[in-house]
Nanobody
Framework: VQLQASGGGLVQPGGSLRLSCAVWGNIFSSPSSMGWYRRAPGKQRELVAIATRDGTLKYTDSVKGRFTVSRDNAKNTAFLQMDRLRPEDTAVYFC?????????WGRGTLVTVSS
């Protein structure tokens, strides 16, 4: 199982970015959950947003109303639309998918919010 993430980069405060994550391999069924975690400089990794297979969405409080997580179950792909970005959103973002009960991780992608 492999996770291929794309997106990220440098954006000014108030700007937007979109992350995507595709799951590849012998997964047999759509991951039970897909989403993103992040690790900011000097901080522990934290959950950002996840979307379960049945449509449940979960966000950390600091991104509610600004970030939107979605997924395409047919393509085993998840998306994170990040709007009204803030400097404190700067972090390495990691795609996560739970496949047959096992968490799988993609390579981190750096998001930098700075003027």
């Amino acid at each position: 199982v492999q996770l291929q993430a794309s997106g990220g980069g440098l954006v000014q405060p108030g700007g937007s970015l979109r992350l995507s994550c595709a799951v590849w391999g012998n997964i047999f069924s759509s991951p039970s959950s897909m989403g993103w975690y992040r690790r900011a400089p000097g901080k522990q990794r934290e959950l950002v947003a996840i979307a379960t297979r049945d449509g449940t969405l979960k966000y950390t409080d600091s991104v509610k109303g600004r970030f939107t997580v979605s997924r395409d179950n047919a393509k085993n792909t998840a998306f994170l639309q990040m709007d009204r970005l803030r400097p404190e959103d700067t972090a390495v973002y990691f795609c996560n998918a739970v496949v047959r009960g096992v968490p799988q991780w993609g390579r981190g992608t750096l998001v930098t919010v700075s003027s």
